[in-house]
């Protein structure tokens, strides 16, 4: 009698931030199609339901704002009373604002500053304790191709960021080189996710599709499959790197 090959991600438990749409929802799907049980994590609270009702029951749905320390606290908390761990943190939320800096309010930088980049600080911050006492964990860090390029049409803020994702990911991968933790940055190029539709009027979107390489734009199931990778034990030996999903639009 043969059994069933074991999954990459089987009794993994992660926890997905702004993942009930685009690149979020994907990487979750991409998580639980590997074995693991997925967090899905959102402000809005009918895209996580939708999403962790797509995935079907090994999904729950945790709403909150990720740059609220008592809404990932509550996250976290119901990751564990669910599923007893927390094994693998994608650090995905994120926000963008079309805007030059001449235009930009100082309470839009804050707000934009404190979604894509203290999230990050604040779920890891809630997840190590456990992963360290365990001796494993993953922590993945969205970041973008705008932190080698600059953003094409996104803000000053927002570029600010994803370069930002990269010094917290090579920063905590080091202090956490001897826990059995790894820290790694996902570098996605242009993602065809409502985050693009809404930001990026169709002539910029037809002058980057001839700028890429590939000729196209990444669909959302490219990036999941990526962090996949680096949430798996395949993984173990890479730590503090940028993993660039872009097509080619940025060779470095
Ligand atoms: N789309 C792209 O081309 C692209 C490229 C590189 C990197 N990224 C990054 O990928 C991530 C996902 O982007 P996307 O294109 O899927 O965007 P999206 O707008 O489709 O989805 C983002 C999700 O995050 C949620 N969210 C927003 N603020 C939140 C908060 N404070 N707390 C919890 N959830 C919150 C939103 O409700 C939404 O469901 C972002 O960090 C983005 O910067 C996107």
Same mark, same amino acid.
């Given at each position: 009698?043969?059994?069933?090959?074991?999954?990459?991600?089987?009794?993994?438990?992660?926890?997905?931030?702004?993942?009930?749409?685009?690149?979020?929802?994907?990487?979750?799907?991409?998580?639980?199609?590997?074995?693991?049980?997925?967090?899905?994590?959102?402000?809005?609270?009918?895209?996580?339901?939708?999403?962790?009702?797509?995935?079907?029951?090994?999904?729950?749905?945790?709403?909150?704002?990720?740059?609220?320390?008592?809404?990932?606290?509550?996250?976290?908390?119901?990751?564990?009373?669910?599923?007893?761990?927390?094994?693998?943190?994608?650090?995905?939320?994120? %926000?963008?604002?079309?805007?030059?800096?001449?235009?930009?309010?100082?309470?839009?930088?804050?707000?934009?500053?404190?979604?894509?980049?203290?999230?990050?600080?604040?779920?890891?911050?809630?997840?190590?304790?456990?992963?360290?006492?365990?001796?494993?964990?993953?922590?993945?860090?969205?970041?973008?191709?705008?932190?080698?390029?600059?953003?094409m049409n996104g803000?000053?803020?927002?570029?600010?960021?994803?370069?930002?994702?990269?010094?917290?990911?090579?920063?905590?991968?080091?202090? %956490?080189?001897?826990?059995?933790?790894?820290?790694?940055?996902?570098?996605?190029?242009?993602?065809?996710?409502?985050?693009?539709?809404?930001?990026?009027?169709?002539?910029?979107r037809a002058r980057?599709?001839?700028?890429?390489?590939?000729?196209?734009?990444?669909?959302?199931?490219?990036?999941?499959?990526?962090?996949?990778?680096?949430?798996?034990?395949?993984?173990?030996?890479?730590?503090?790197?940028?993993?660039?999903?872009?097509?080619?639009?940025?060779?470095?």
């Open positions: 009698m043969t059994s069933e090959p074991r999954q990459s991600l089987q009794d993994r438990v992660a926890i997905v931030s702004g993942g009930g749409n685009g690149i979020g929802a994907a990487i979750a799907s991409a998580l639980a199609a590997r074995g693991a049980r997925i967090v899905v994590n959102d402000i809005d609270p009918a895209r996580a339901r939708r999403q962790a009702e797509e995935i079907g029951e090994r999904a729950i749905a945790a709403p909150g704002d990720a740059s609220s320390s008592a809404d990932v606290s509550g996250v976290v908390a119901k990751a564990i009373e669910e599923f007893g761990t927390v094994d693998i943190l994608v650090n995905n939320a994120g %926000m963008d604002q079309a805007v030059s800096i001449l235009d930009l309010e100082e309470e839009d930088w804050d707000r934009l500053i404190a979604v894509n980049l203290k999230s990050a600080f604040l779920f890891s911050k809630a997840v190590l304790p456990g992963m360290i006492e365990r001796g494993h964990g993953r922590i993945i860090c969205t970041s973008s191709v705008v932190a080698h390029r600059g953003a803000g000053i803020h927002y570029g600010t960021t994803k370069g930002g994702m990269l010094g917290f990911a090579r920063t905590l991968a080091r202090q %956490m080189a001897r826990t059995g933790v790894t820290v790694n940055a996902i570098a996605p190029g242009v993602v065809d996710t409502d985050l693009i539709r809404t930001h990026m009027p169709d002539e910029v980057v599709i001839e700028d890429i390489p590939l000729g196209r734009l990444a669909e959302p199931g490219e990036i999941g499959h990526a962090v996949a990778f680096l949430a798996s034990d395949e993984a173990a030996y890479i730590t503090g790197a940028t993993l660039d999903v872009n097509g080619g639009f940025w060779i470095g």
